[in-house]
């Protein structure tokens, strides 16, 4: 059974860091394109960064270039989001997801689905 299992969320203040982390069983991350996506209060789900089976990552929101880090750990098949400089409009459930689509932003074009973690920043 393929399961992904996001950790890590928790209350933060504007400026500070977190970082989230994704476990995968059942699935070989490198053998997938794996993806962080986000959903705020009234906002769609929305693709934050990627990273593909070659290892090349993509950011995919402005908003977050120089300040979110994606990575993978091929001994752990764990996937990570690490999270600086951290802010209001941050604040969502952050999902981690898989594909064999490549990376893409379009949220239908992946299988595999974690339940999330909730992040938040307070105003």
């Known amino acids: 059974q393929t399961q992904l299992s996001e950790s890590g969320g928790e209350w933060r203040q504007a400026g500070e860091s977190l970082r989230l982390t994704c476990t995968a069983s059942g699935l070989n991350m490198f053998d997938y394109d794996m993806a962080w996506f986000r959903q705020g209060s009234g906002r769609g789900r929305e693709a934050v960064a990627c990273v593909r089976r070659s290892g090349q990552t993509k950011t995919f929101l402005e908003s977050v270039e120089g300040r979110f880090t994606i990575s993978r750990d091929g001994e752990k098949n764990t996937l990570y989001l690490q999270m600086t400089n951290l802010d209001s409009d941050d604040t969502a459930m952050y999902y981690c997801?898989?594909?064999?689509?490549?990376?893409?932003?379009?949220?239908?074009?992946?299988?595999?689905w974690g339940q999330g973690t909730q992040v938040i920043v307070p105003l």
């Open positions: 997801a898989g594909t064999t689509l490549g990376c893409s932003s379009r949220f239908e074009n992946y299988r595999y």
